[in-house]
T-cell receptor, first 117, second 113 residues
């Protein structure tokens, strides 16, 4: 059973460019969340997608956008990259959609290391 | 706004020692709490999940407790091993329509052989 997979693992972009990161959730999961982790910090919530819609958003500018596909996979897009966007981007998946679900344990991918130069 | 604090920020112990990592939070209206492990430059590995209605969970050498009234959780690691060296993060999921995980900054654990 494949866990959460993210691609690419590393990425170097120039300031002002745009980037797309991809995430495939754990088999059977229907919800994808994205987090940004700066060095030495805990992950910060960017947004969560459920049923192909953004269900909740953290304190991130509109330059950060996302999408969820019918197969539950997801993309994170960042426009007009800034040096401060350099971080580890983490995708997490969970099962939320079924009635009576109690265990919403989140599973994380290995992350995408984005460096903006 | 939920705030999560982990103390200590770093901990170094000799192999075989039992140890406790602490996590405190400001808002007791949580849905669940998870403890994660993170190796340098890697993603997060889920260790234990405690539902809001539970007091503790155990997995192998790990035991996590939750006390909502005091806003605290602890992760107990028995008979520590060098392979346990990593950063340990606690994260709380809010109640109601607050689906996000709020993380602490983590505790960097080093177990010396």
């Amino acid at each position: 059973d494949a866990g959460v997979t993210q691609s690419p693992t590393h990425l170097i972009k120039t300031r002002g460019q745009q980037v797309t990161l991809r995430c495939s959730p754990k088999s059977g999961h229907d919800t994808v969340s994205w987090y940004q982790q700066a060095l030495g910090q805990g992950p910060q919530f960017i947004f969560q997608y459920y049923e192909e819609e953004e269900r909740q958003r953290g304190n991130f500018p509109d330059r950060f956008s996302g999408h969820q596909f019918p197969n539950y996979s997801s993309e994170l897009n960042v426009n007009a990259l800034l040096l401060g966007d350099s971080a580890l981007y983490l995708c997490a998946s969970s099962l939320e959609g079924r009635l009576g679900i109690v265990n919403t344990e989140a599973f994380f991918g290995q992350g995408t290391r984005l460096t903006v130069v | 706004k939920q705030e999560v604090t982990q103390i200590p920020a770093a901990l170094s112990v000799p192999e075989g020692e039992n140890l406790v990592l602490n996590c405190s939070f400001t808002d007791s209206a949580i849905y669940n709490l998870q403890w994660f492990r993170q190796d340098p430059g890697k993603g997060l590995t889920s260790l234990l999940l405690i539902q809001s209605s539970q007091r503790e969970q155990t997995s192998g050498r790990l035991n996590a407790s939750l006390d909502k009234s005091s806003g605290r959780s602890t992760l107990y690691i028995a008979a520590s091993q060098p392979g346990d060296s990593a950063t340990y993060l606690c994260a709380l999921r809010g109640g109601g329509s607050n689906y996000k995980l709020t993380f602490g900054k983590g505790t960097l654990l080093t177990v010396n052989p």
